[in-house]
């Protein structure tokens, strides 16, 4: 029955308007980007609109009125003088006189839209120098809406979660392609180099059915840095006291008014030896990365066409283990507890946009992009290997119903993976493969009501025929008072191994409990989303604050359950029989204490539970309540551009349900719940002039460290040892320094 009512509800919506005579156009900035969200109506009148991602809009003409108001948030609203139907272009300026606040937020490093009907944030460039920022997984710690935790006490890889559920249910996009998927799940984000990213946007709950159908509980979406807007050359050169040392540099050359390139290298390597807990195990990985991504752009404003290219190659090597361990000499052996990973990638994707310039709110895109990813590596005496070819295509025509409160998405797309997977001798490996249709809806009437439905059909080869409907609702009744509802499905492959790479690291055997399954023996994961979300703007002794109140929860159909808690010495894996959700609230509380001067806090509450063999439990090291502040303070901005600028973001997180033990002997015993812990992070960075700076930072600055990571470090080829129970930083306090050196 939900089905059939959002069949229907996009059908009547797409009835809703009749054609008419237009006054069309394009609003942008000085450096001519387009503004998303700019507000146009006829003055005096109920009749309006807001300018797409493009800053394209389309608003009916009408005889009785002749002046059409354009207006954006610090910005100068003007009125221009219209007479008849035709096409126009406006460039928009600052207001300055408003005040400094008012101007600030604009440039708002986390940005939270008043006007997509998804609940919608985007971290700018701005917000990832905040940190020391060296890959994607680690861009995300001054932002409340991701959770940032360590996967195990080996491999030193970070785990991100939202709406408290892992990076296997988010859909991570590399600019709305999907990137980080399969047999990247593990260890992908740590080969996106922060410096490459211009900006990230997060969507919570369901998202896009025109980004595919795998996403449950949001999607990440990570912008590139554009050719064609790069400066010629950008230089970071960053250590750290763990032995951590990374370079980037950037070369961007404009080949001439239409051709842009950039060559972006990137390298890192930990060279020394940390055990700081005397385990006898390192605390972190030493290795090596060498990374490079060559970007091509084509633009052509006057007929229309941009296109994007991008060659990418990248090798990582990865040594992790006892102090003493040396490949050479103890791999394949029980002389020490050792493990090397080993990641190649190879990546290309095209990109064709094309938008017809006598109307501009038309457009067709053509996604293309092939991966090759091939993973050889083992821990201890369990070796996985997994390489995996993939090939994604996706067909998008964009247009409206009349004008533009009446958009409309629909396409193609088909995905190909091709899985050599092995578990020690066992042979898991897989082609699947899939195509689908999918068409989506946007219907905005002037500022206050806005809604998205979505739907697509998919044909996989694994998965079965099936439906994926989607919904997002925004209603403003206030200029600065928002509400958002959404609902929605998604649908994956559990790619049980990549996924739990942190459990070879044990001495658990692995046992698939179900056989009649098309994944591993498994079904598909199929869950619903459901959310509710609320936003108040509003000022404080004249200062600018910000009040939201988020609820989702997730309901699970079908999971793919890991299973760690039936013996310490296995890892089940088997389909679903009963429940399992999970319930994400959180309330953030943002102020300008002071012009230059704010502070971002939130307290989060997680439930999320699973029917195990044990019963209905919490999911094992997840944190019920959290708390996040982050201070932001920068000084005025010179003459020659010097500044100082300080962030400050404190973590608390509180107990964490253990996997049990009690089958261990008593040296072996975890408590059944983890202390609370926080966690502070602090950097300053000191800018000298528009070209030059230099940043100092920390983490973990409280030298936090969790007692006894690994269980049975004392004898890891024993059946007790298991390195994954980890909830809470190994390492202790790390300090950093870097700088960053420009040519405008």
């Given at each position: 029955?939900?089905?059939i009512?959002?069949?229907?509800t996009v ?5 809703q308007s009749?054609?008419q005579?237009?006054v069309?156009?394009k609003?942008f900035?000085?450096n001519?980007?387009p503004?998303q969200g ?8 109920e009749?309006?609109?807001i300018t797409d991602?493009?800053g394209n809009?389309s608003?009916?003409?009408t005889?009785q009125h002749?002046l059409l108001?354009?207006?954006y ?21 600052f207001d300055?006189s ?6 600030t937020?604009?440039?708002n490093?986390?940005q939270?839209?008043?006007m997509t009907p998804?609940?919608l944030q985007t ?5 990832l ?5 060296c890959n ?7 932002n409340?809406s991701?959770?940032?935790?360590f996967?195990?006490a080996?491999s030193?890889s970070?785990q ?8 296997p249910y988010i859909?991570?996009?590399?600019e ?8 990247s799940q ?5 080969f996106?180099?922060g410096?490459w990213?211009?900006s990230?946007?997060?969507t919570k709950?369901a998202?896009?059915v025109v980004n595919?159908y795998?996403s449950i ?5 990570y912008e590139?840095l554009?050719?064609a807007d ?9 250590g ?6 990374e ?5 961007n ?7 842009a390139?950039?060559l972006?290298l990137?390298g890192?390597a930990r060279?020394?030896?940390n055990?700081?807990n005397?385990?006898g195990f390192l605390?972190?990985?030493?290795g ?5 991504i060559?970007?091509?752009?084509y633009?052509d404003l ?7 290219i991008?060659?990418?190659y ?11 361990f040396d490949?050479?000499r103890?791999k394949?052996t029980?002389?020490f507890w050792g493990?090397e990973i080993?990641?190649e ?11 017809f310039p ?10 293309n992009?092939f991966?090759y990813?091939?993973q050889?590596?083992y ?6 290997h ?6 994604y295509s996706n067909?998008?025509?964009?247009s409206i119903i009349?004008?533009t ?8 797309n088909f995905t190909?993976?091709n899985y050599?997977?092995?578990?020690n001798v066992?042979d ?7 195509i689908?249709?999918f068409?989506?809806y946007t219907?905005?009437d ?5 809604y998205v439905l979505g739907?697509r059909v998919d044909s ?8 994926t409907?989607r919904?997002?609702?925004r209603?403003?009744p206030y ?10 499905r998604?649908?994956r492959s559990?790619?049980?191994f990549?996924?739990?790479?942190q ?6 055997q692995?046992q698939?409990?179900d056989t009649?399954g098309?994944i591993y023996g498994l079904?598909?994961?199929?869950a619903?989303?459901?959310?509710f979300?609320?936003?108040q703007?509003?000022?404080v002794f004249?200062?600018e604050a910000?009040?939201?109140f988020?609820f989702?929860r997730?309901d699970?159909q079908n ?14 894996f ?5 429940q399992s ?6 309330i ?5 204490l002071m012009?230059?001067f ?8 997680y439930?999320?539970q699973?029917?195990?063999t044990?019963g209905?439990?919490e999911?094992?090291l997840q944190?019920?309540h ?8 920068e ?6 551009g010097?500044q100082?600028k300080?962030d400050?973001?404190?973590n608390?997180l509180g107990?964490?349900?253990l996997?049990?033990t009690?089958?261990?002997p ?9 202390n609370p812990?926080?966690?502070?992070n602090?950097?300053?960075t000191k800018?000298f002039?528009?070209?030059f700076?230099?940043?100092?930072g920390?983490?973990?600055?409280g030298?936090f460290?969790?007692?006894n990571?690994?269980?049975g470090?004392?004898?890891p080829?024993g059946?007790y040892f298991?390195?994954?129970m980890?909830y809470g930083?190994?390492f ?8 960053r050196?420009?040519i405008?």
């Amino acid at each position: 029955m939900q089905k059939i009512i959002l069949v229907l509800t996009v059908l009547i919506a797409g009835f809703q308007s009749f054609s008419q005579e237009k006054v069309t156009g394009k609003i942008f900035f000085e450096n001519n980007k387009p503004i998303q969200g700019a507000t146009v109506y006829w003055k005096d009148s109920e009749i309006g609109t807001i300018t797409d991602e493009n800053g394209n809009f389309s608003i009916p003409f009408t005889s009785q009125h002749s002046l059409l108001v354009i207006s954006y948030v610090g910005l100068k609203t003007v009125e221009l003088q219209i007479t008849a139907p035709k096409a126009i272009s406006h460039q928009m300026e600052f207001d300055n006189s408003l005040d400094e606040v008012t101007l600030t937020k604009v440039r708002n490093s986390l940005q939270k839209n008043y006007m997509t009907p998804a609940n919608l944030q985007t971290m700018t460039g701005k917000e990832l120098l905040k940190a020391a920022c060296c890959n994607l997984s680690e861009s995300f710690e001054t932002n409340p809406s991701i959770d940032v935790n360590f996967s195990d006490a080996v491999s030193g890889s970070r785990q991100i979660k939202m709406l408290g559920l892992t990076s296997p249910y988010i859909l991570i996009a590399e600019e709305n392609i999907p990137a980080i998927r399969g047999a990247s799940q593990a260890y992908g984000l740590s080969f996106i180099p922060g410096t490459w990213v211009e900006s990230i946007q997060i969507t919570k709950g369901a998202g896009s059915v025109v980004n595919g159908y795998e996403s449950i509980s949001g999607q990440i979406n990570y912008e590139l840095l554009k050719p064609a807007d790069d400066i010629p050359f950008f230089l970071n050169a960053y250590g750290s006291t763990d032995s951590r040392f990374e370079l980037n540099t950037h070369f961007n050359t404009q080949i001439n008014d239409k051709w842009a390139t950039s060559l972006f290298l990137h390298g890192n390597a930990r060279v020394g030896k940390n055990d700081m807990n005397d385990d006898g195990f390192l605390d972190i990985p030493i290795g090596k990365q060498i990374n490079a991504i060559n970007r091509w752009q084509y633009t052509d404003l006057e007929k229309g066409w941009v296109s994007f290219i991008n060659l990418r190659y990248m090798n990582d090597d990865k040594q992790a283990g006892q102090v003493n361990f040396d490949p050479e000499r103890d791999k394949g052996t029980t002389n020490f507890w050792g493990s090397e990973i080993t990641t190649e990638k190879l990546d290309a994707s095209a990109k064709l946009g094309y938008v017809f310039p006598e109307t501009p709110w038309k457009s067709i895109g053509f996604q293309n992009a092939f991966n090759y990813h091939n993973q050889e590596s083992y821990f201890g005496l369990n070796q996985y290997h997994i390489k995996q070819n993939s090939f994604y295509s996706n067909l998008i025509y964009n247009s409206i119903i009349s004008d533009t409160r009446y958009k409309f998405a629909t396409g193609l797309n088909f995905t190909y993976d091709n899985y050599n997977e092995f578990v020690n001798v066992n042979d898991f490996s897989r082609i699947d493969n899939s195509i689908g249709a999918f068409f989506e809806y946007t219907y905005c009437d002037s500022d206050k009501w806005s809604y998205v439905l979505g739907a697509r059909v998919d044909s996989h080869n694994r998965l079965g025929v099936f439906f994926t409907p989607r919904a997002h609702v925004r209603y403003r009744p206030y200029e600065r008072t928002m509400f958002r509802l959404s609902a929605g499905r998604g649908k994956r492959s559990a790619n049980i191994f990549a996924e739990n790479q942190q459990l070879f690291a044990s001495s658990r055997q692995f046992q698939i409990l179900d056989t009649a399954g098309k994944i591993y023996g498994l079904d598909p994961e199929i869950a619903w989303n459901y959310g509710f979300s609320f936003m108040q703007g509003f000022k404080v002794f004249g200062k600018e604050a910000e009040f939201t109140f988020d609820f989702y929860r997730t309901d699970f159909q079908n999971q793919a359950v890991v299973d760690v808690d039936n013996s310490p010495q296995q890892v089940l894996f088997y389909n679903l029989e009963g429940q399992s959700f999970a319930n994400s609230l959180q309330i953030d509380l943002n102020y300008q204490l002071m012009t230059h001067f704010s502070i971002r806090t939130a307290y989060k509450y997680y439930d999320v539970q699973t029917d195990y063999t044990i019963g209905l439990v919490e999911r094992p090291l997840q944190a019920k309540h959290r708390f996040f502040t982050n201070l932001a303070y920068e000084t005025h901005v010179k003459e020659k551009g010097q500044q100082w600028k300080f962030d400050f973001t404190y973590n608390w997180l509180g107990e964490q349900r253990l996997p049990q033990t009690q089958s261990n002997p008593e040296e072996y015993l975890l408590d059944a719940f983890a202390n609370p812990f926080s966690t502070i992070n602090a950097q300053v960075t000191k800018t000298f002039s528009k070209t030059f700076e230099v940043y100092i930072g920390g983490e973990n600055i409280g030298n936090f460290q969790q007692p006894n990571p690994i269980v049975g470090s004392s004898d890891p080829f024993g059946q007790y040892f298991d390195s994954s129970m980890v909830y809470g930083p190994v390492f202790g306090a790390m300090y950093y320094a870097g700088l960053r050196f420009k040519i405008q």
